[in-house]
């Protein structure tokens, strides 16, 4: 969902086109796989196309690739960190609930997290994208700053 949505506040923004956004899962276990159907059914209740997505599992290489990696919860923070093959790689992994202005003032790191709505019903979807696209808005508000005072176009994925 995370994907579907930045890409649409990356529109809103002025910003389609400028950012590369990505999403990859941490793991293999649904490489392949068509997103989840209750992820893309919240999409579509909310006016967002997810058919296309296609799940990937992220690869070490990427940090050559992308500005900023995001992870939705603490454990896969963790994992992006450990696969990262510098200190100035792990420092550009952060928790994408961080860019919620809402939940960023939050000392407590879990309180940044966005659950895995995997196999849980329609309302703990609707809970999960409400923390992605506060997360989305405030991260492409970030970034239009960002673009306006500078010409490179930065890249970002989301786990």
Same mark, same amino acid.
């Given at each position: 969902?995370?994907? @579907? @949505?930045?890409? +649409?506040?990356?529109?809103?923004?002025?910003?389609?086109?400028? @950012?590369?956004?990505?999403?990859?899962?941490?793991? +293999?276990?649904?490489?392949?796989?068509?997103?989840?159907?209750?992820?893309?059914?919240?999409?579509?209740? *909310?006016?967002?196309?997810?058919?296309?997505?296609?799940?990937?599992?992220?690869?070490?290489?990427?940090?050559? *690739?992308?500005? $900023?990696?995001?992870?939705?919860?603490?454990?896969?923070?963790?994992?992006?960190?450990?696969?990262?093959?510098?200190?100035?790689?792990?420092?550009?992994?952060? $928790?994408?609930?961080?860019?919620?202005?809402?939940?960023?003032? *939050?000392?407590?790191?879990?309180?940044?997290? @966005?659950?895995?709505?995997?196999?849980?019903?329609?309302?703990?979807?609707?809970?999960?994208?409400?923390?992605?696209?506060?997360?989305?808005?405030?991260?492409? *508000?970030?970034?239009?700053?960002?673009?306006?005072?500078?010409?490179?176009?930065?890249?970002?994925?989301?786990?």
């Amino acid at each position: 969902m995370a994907e @579907v @949505v930045l890409r +649409d506040e990356l529109d809103r923004a002025g910003l389609a086109g400028r @950012v590369e956004v990505d999403s990859a899962g941490t793991g +293999d276990w649904h490489v392949g796989e068509a997103m989840d159907a209750g992820a893309r059914d919240e999409l579509s209740r *909310r006016g967002y196309d997810g058919a296309g997505h296609q799940a990937r599992q992220f690869e070490p290489s990427w940090f050559r *690739r992308f500005d $900023l990696v995001t992870a939705m919860d603490e454990a896969n923070l963790r994992r992006l960190q450990s696969m990262a093959p510098g200190q100035e790689e792990v420092d550009r992994v952060v $928790l994408f609930g961080r860019f919620d202005p809402d939940r960023a003032g *939050r000392l407590d790191g879990s309180d940044l997290s @966005v659950p895995d709505p995997y196999g849980e019903g329609a309302d703990q979807f609707a809970l999960v994208f409400e923390l992605i696209r506060g997360a989305a808005r405030g991260l492409a *508000r970030q970034l239009a700053v960002l673009l306006d005072n500078h010409t490179a176009s930065p890249q970002v994925t989301a786990d």
